[in-house]
């Protein structure tokens, strides 16, 4: 009789289930049941008083206008960066290396960065004033000028998150067959056409991936935000961070965790639905 052993990949699944469990499910429906929970009964006090609250509308725009702006920027540059790299024979690692530094820089770190380019006594500032094209240091992080500090945060968040979208796109062009890039050269297929036709096709499903990481990176963007812009340009994490930490409302910051939840997976769902990938070319 032979042995029957088909409960070994689920003993071998187990202790990553209970990881999951143990540090994401459960607080995941501890946050759902606070945001809408008032004194240990069901409540909509919570999101009423969000919905309510003289940021909301602001930071709901601002952080959708920031994904907008920023995401497609990233997605064009990332392309463009991995294409060149898999042109390059000699020290490509290095190239890779090199682009993929601001990976290794936390968000913070990397806010401060921008900070000290874009503050009135930096760089910048000390650069356009020793050329002679302005007289005196220019305010670019004020609430006075939103469109200057709205274009300060997109492009440190550019400089920031490139880099993790380029790996995700240059994993995908190394699956790419380079016979058909040939084949397509040898029917007098140009770059372009040979671009849009062949490549894009065949990366799709790390085009999905990388939109999906990346969209739902930038719903959550907080830390940037905060060095170059404090509530100067409220987006929903920074209202979260404010109605738990100095407000002591945990309820109220439940609530925005949720409404950030609830639009990533929107934003996931939008790209399976509207980028197509065949099961045959998944990795």
Request: aromatic share 12%; no cysteine.
């Amino acid at each position: 009789m032979p042995n029957n052993r088909t409960w070994i990949p689920y003993l071998l699944i187990l202790p990553s289930v209970a990881f999951l469990a143990l540090l994401f499910v459960v607080p995941l429906v501890q946050t759902i049941w606070l945001a809408v929970s008032d004194n240990g009964t069901p409540s909509l006090a919570n999101v009423q008083r969000m919905v309510g609250d003289l940021n909301f509308t602001r930071s709901v725009q601002n952080t959708f206008l920031l994904t907008l702006a920023v995401v497609p920027v990233q997605m064009v540059i990332a392309l463009s960066m991995g294409t060149m790299v898999a042109k390059v024979a000699a020290g490509r690692e290095t190239i890779l290396w090199i682009w993929t530094i601001p990976l290794g820089i936390s968000d913070l770190a990397a806010g401060l960065v921008w900070l000290s380019i874009l503050q009135n006594s930096g760089y910048l500032n000390s650069f356009l004033y020793g050329l002679g094209i302005i007289g005196r240091q220019a305010s670019w992080l004020s609430y006075q000028t939103p469109f200057a500090l709205f274009l300060g945060i997109a492009a440190a968040e550019i400089w920031r998150g490139t880099a993790i979208v380029m790996v995700v796109i240059v994993a995908g062009l190394n699956q790419v067959p380079k016979e058909y890039r040939e084949a397509a050269e040898i029917f007098g297929a140009g770059p372009w056409t040979r671009f849009f036709r062949i490549t894009l096709p065949l990366i799709r499903p790390a085009l999905q991936s990388a939109l999906i990481l990346r969209t739902v990176l930038a719903f959550e963007v907080f830390a940037v935000v905060y060095a170059l812009g404090g509530r100067n340009f409220p987006v929903l994490v920074g209202e979260a961070y404010t109605w738990q930490n100095q407000n002591q409302n945990y309820g109220v910051a439940a609530a925005y965790a949720v409404l950030i939840m609830l639009i990533s997976l929107a934003a996931t769902m939008f790209y399976l639905k509207a980028i197509k990938v065949d099961p045959e070319r998944l990795p």
